[in-house]
């Protein structure tokens, strides 16, 4: 296994560790690292802890049912205790941009949902400011490239210019989001100073359904590092 995935692991075996209690409600979120850590989980369940689980991704909710875990409903279970989801990048303050895995609108759902969110990730995962990594932002199929020039203009707007949007593809065919809409990949480069606002702001264009800043949910975060080691930041 390489280092990043060992580190990966590391931080779910923490998380656990630090977080996760018997009779805890649970999202549990997507993502290589969140799924390293649902299989983690997969062991504790197995070894007697009660948990009622919900996920953030079909793909989430087929890792959970290989490893035992029963999933529940979202709407069957009322206000979370926890949910434990990995970020594509995150800042100091545990501002993110997430949907690298397509998962952005159901991963907020939960994250809102809970009563805390911690964050678990390897340490490459860390920035000082966010926009490195394309901002995805999720749409409905209408006429979506309307809504890709609003983005732009709004982009613009907060002085983020030149920024290409695509349209995300795989296999030569736009991606579907589990929710039925396309993803616009934002290349704004590591700039997003401010991002609570735009986060905000994005989601009024008619047309966005949500996109991937994530600025008031993480209370925390849990990292893995290379050396195998694993720290908590709060
Ligand atoms: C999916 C996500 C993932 O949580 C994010 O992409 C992190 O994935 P990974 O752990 O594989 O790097 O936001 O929409």
Redesign the pocket.
Known sequence: MSAQNEA?KVAGRRVIQEFVRDGMKLGL???????FFVRELGKHVAAGMKLTCTT??RSTIDVARGVGIEITDPNDIGELDLTI????EIDRKFNM????????LW?KIIAHASRQMICI?DET?IVDCLGGFPL?VEVVQFAWKQTERMVARLLADHGIKDVRIERRVRDGQPVVTDSGNFILDCRCGPIIADPAPLELELNRIPGVVEN?LFTREAVGMVVGCFDGTSYVKM
């Open positions: 990966k979120g997507s993502g290589t690292t969140s799924h953030t991704s989801d990995g970020p594509d941009i997430k949907g690298g895995g397509a998962c952005l991963e990730c995962k995805p991937g």
